[in-house]
């Protein structure tokens, strides 16, 4: 992380910052003995906010069976998290709608925060979690980062964002190689000093990598996440892979059926159509659900018709010939050959950059007594999904992995220094150890899998490695010394001149 630009960013004057009201709403609901009589006061102390959140809580998007005159009775009806809600929610539209921001495009960035927090709260009142007023403010909030590093940097930044020509899931990849900084990153500590709580900077930190938050606030980032995927759903062009990916996460995170997603796509098209106007943003087009759900299962039922035609004749001689080299047949990942080429490429450019460059061997712990007592099928089932697990994992960072070994992948990380590496490693083991026991590997004793981690950072100015061979061994004998500690932890290459 180049942390000399981050506290540029963090420090700058023009930075948004939280209204009075909302400030005080916070420490009022953070209070054990809060008094709804006093937020409530605080709240109408600002009579702009009171109408907005009167309007919003007798608008059909609530569909309270009688109206509320006063906030006192909205907090009686909708409970306290409902108004808070509301009340933080518009405060952190005031904060973020920044005039010296006028460059900066706020259509696409307020499209995917509506629909992503209008998805997060049905999403989270369908699996009946408690928390829907937290998915919705953290769906809203999630790319604060972007507007703290536009202000920050203006035109530079401005520039990364087209470079990402809309595609939200390449910016992050560009954000890293341009700048060693992610606006989710960027975005929870800005949440840190406006000192929002956990479940709200959660979200901002952790909506690209659900499956990477901690247990504890898991199921409301994942909610956030999906909501996500809804967003795509209703605004790509086509529909159809991003709903494939939503019935798939739907299935895997909350037991949702494909009625469900149907049901659920609905009444997010029509919840963002109805909520968009109460907050005064503009988010384009309205989105057509009946007409996108049609064109995504037509989409849908092509590409099942292709991936039979394919099985059935077999792919191409040439195809296979030419891939063989670049992917692992079994997993689909880069193979050992192609990643040394990519990684080559991406060493240059870090040094030419004068930026950092992470390597992390991942191995797999105790995958021989796997092949022993489960069988091959059940091994190479577990490699499958530990690919699935890590390209969840590392491709919104813009990284890139491959199968090295057997069960050991490699992982390229653009932009990350060490002190990120080593969060980023953490979070990956905590992460593999809380999915993989839901892995679905045909092994009936199957509990779930643990990694030996090493890592390697080349830091943006140092000299330790003098090409990407070097940083790969310093990786892989870190994870020889995390597997030889035991297994299930990481281990870091430091070198003597950093130590």
């Not at 980032?221 to 996500?228: H, P, Q, S, T």
């Not at 699935?388 to 992982?411: D, H, K, M, N, Y």
Request: aromatic share 6%; net charge negative; glycine share 6%.
């Amino acid at each position: 992380m180049n942390q000399e630009l981050l506290e540029k960013i963090l420090e700058c004057p023009t930075l948004p910052t939280l209204p009075a009201v909302a400030v005080r709403v916070l420490e009022l609901t953070q209070a054990k003995d809060v008094s709804m009589d006093e937020l409530a006061a605080t709240i109408q102390q600002d009579q702009a906010l009171t109408a907005k959140v009167l309007k919003t809580v007798n608008s059909s998007f609530y569909g309270l069976r009688r109206p509320c005159a006063n906030i006192n009775q909205a907090i009686v009806m909708l409970g306290l998290s409902a108004v808070k809600s509301l009340a933080l929610g518009f405060s952190l539209v005031t904060a973020v709608n920044v005039p010296s921001a006028s460059e900066f495009d706020f259509v696409p960035y307020w499209r995917r925060g509506l629909y992503t927090a209008v998805a997060a709260k049905c999403i989270s009142h369908e699996a009946g979690l408690a928390t829907e007023d937290e998915a919705f403010l953290g769906g809203l909030l999630q790319d604060v980062g972007m507007i703290a590093m536009f202000q920050g940097l203006k035109r530079k930044y401005l520039e990364i964002v087209l470079r990402a020509d809309a595609d939200h899931r390449s910016l992050i990849r560009h954000e890293l190689s341009e700048l060693e900084l992610q606006h989710p990153e960027v975005g929870a500590m800005l949440c840190e000093r406006w000192k929002l709580p956990l479940e709200l900077l959660m979200p901002v930190r952790f909506h690209e990598r659900p499956t990477a938050a901690p247990q504890e606030y898991a199921d409301l980032v994942r909610a956030v996440g999906l909501g996500n995927i809804a967003h795509d759903v209703l605004t790509d062009p086509d529909p159809g892979p991003a709903f494939k990916r939503f019935q798939t996460r739907a299935a895997q995170w909350f037991d949702f059926d494909e009625q469900i997603c149907d049901n659920l796509i609905s009444l997010i098209a029509q919840g963002a159509g109805q909520v968009a106007p109460l907050f005064n943003l503009t988010t384009g087009a309205a989105a057509d659900p009946k007409a996108i759900l049609e064109r995504a299962r037509a989409a849908l039922q092509t590409l099942e018709k292709q991936a039979e035609q394919e099985q059935s004749h077999g792919a191409s001689l040439n195809t296979l010939v030419s891939d063989s080299d670049q992917y692992d047949a079994l997993t689909g990942a880069w193979s050992a050959r192609a990643i040394l080429k990519h990684a080559d490429t991406a060493f240059l450019t870090a040094q030419e950059k004068k930026r950092s460059l992470t390597v992390l061997v991942f191995g797999l712990d105790g995958f021989k007594e796997l092949v022993h007592n489960s069988g091959s099928e059940a091994a190479d089932s577990v490699l499958v999904e530990a690919f699935l697990f890590l390209q969840e994992q590392i491709e919104p960072l813009g990284g890139l992995i491959c199968r090295w070994e057997s069960a050991t992948f490699c992982v390229v990380l653009p932009g990350v220094d060490r002190a990120e590496a080593a969060r980023i490693a953490a979070e990956l083991k905590t992460a593999l150890s809380h999915c993989s026991g839901a892995w679905d590997v045909g092994s009936t004793s199957w509990s779930g899998v643990t990694a030996s981690i090493g890592s390697a950072t080349k830091e943006s100015r140092d000299r330790a490695f003098l090409k990407v061979e070097q940083l790969i061994s310093a990786a892989a004998r870190a994870m020889e010394a995390a597997t030889s500690g035991g297994g299930n932890c990481v281990r870091s290459f430091v070198p003597r001149k950093a130590a």
